[in-house]
Structure formats: C-alpha cells, structure tokens
C-alpha cells in the first residue's frame, strides 16, 4: 500500500510539474510574440521593408481597415510607398492566446502619419495569428477594423 501510496505521490508531483513547464513555455511564447508585435510596430514607424520581411510569412493575408486584401508583396510596397509616412505606431492593448505553435494576438494599435499629404491618427482593433515554423514565428494574417470616435450630437 505505501508503494502504491509512494507512486501517486511521484506521479502526481510528476505531472503537475510538466503541467507547470507547458505553461512557462506558453508563457514564454506569449512574451515573444508581444516582442515580434513590439519590432513590428518600430518596423512600421521606420518604414524598415527588410524587418517587416522577416516577420511576416511568405503567405500573408492582410485585410485593411477599408476592407481591402493584400498579400505580403503588396503590404510592403504600401509600406515603401512614399506617400506612406508613419510617425508613431503604438499598441494600446493586446492579448495574446496560444494554441501549440499558433497564437491569435487581439488588440488596440494607434497609428499616427501623414498618408497622401494629410495628417491621421488612426485607432484600430486587431487580430494578428502568428505561426511557428521550424522554430520560427511568422505572422500569416493580419486585420484591422477602424475604431471611430465618439459622434457629436447634432444640434
């Protein structure tokens, strides 16, 4: 009896251990991905194609806040555009959830530039979904709706 006693101990002790350490690594992913989202925003504000290249997958869908698609080829050549001009890319809010080697980042990105010789802050929702492949994380889908502001009342 106090073997059997003795193996339920080890076992449990055993299993919540590696229940703790899948938990660290997922937490661990979790900061990573924050970083990636982090350089992502510094690549934006630069205007640094080549950084972007790298934390994007040769796959992405990206949708728009007008609704329009592109693909990772064309949301860099929007990014290069010169009438593209970012100052400030900041995200307010995230959450990151993890799912093995995928993870689904939700939150609130304010971006302030000048675009086509006129001046915006723009606060958007986002879902970004990253994916692990051969130990690196890519980004393969990105959209953002626009947050308006609060409406004035008519008079």
């Not at 251990?17 to 350089?39: F, P, Y």
Request: aromatic share 6%; with cysteine.
């Amino acid at each position: 009896m106090k073997k059997i006693s003795l193996l339920a101990a080890v076992v449990l002790i055993a299993s919540v251990a590696v229940s703790l350490r899948g938990q660290s690594g997922a937490n661990d992913d979790a900061g990573r991905i924050q970083a990636l989202e982090l350089a992502w925003n510094h690549a934006l504000e630069s205007k640094d194609t080549k950084a972007l290249d790298m934390l994007l997958g040769s796959n992405l869908v990206s949708v728009d806040i007008d609704g329009s698609i592109s693909n990772k080829s064309e949301f860099l050549a929007s990014i290069k555009a010169p009438d593209y001009q970012p100052s400030q890319a900041v995200i307010e809010q995230s959450n990151v959830q993890m799912y093995g080697d995928a993870a689904v980042v939700v939150g609130v990105f304010r971006v302030k530039g000048v675009e086509k010789g006129k001046a915006y802050v723009h606060r958007e929702r986002f879902v970004d979904t990253w994916i692990r492949s051969n130990g690196t994380w890519q980004c393969v889908a990105t959209t953002g709706t626009l947050i308006a502001g609060k409406q004035q009342p008519a008079d």
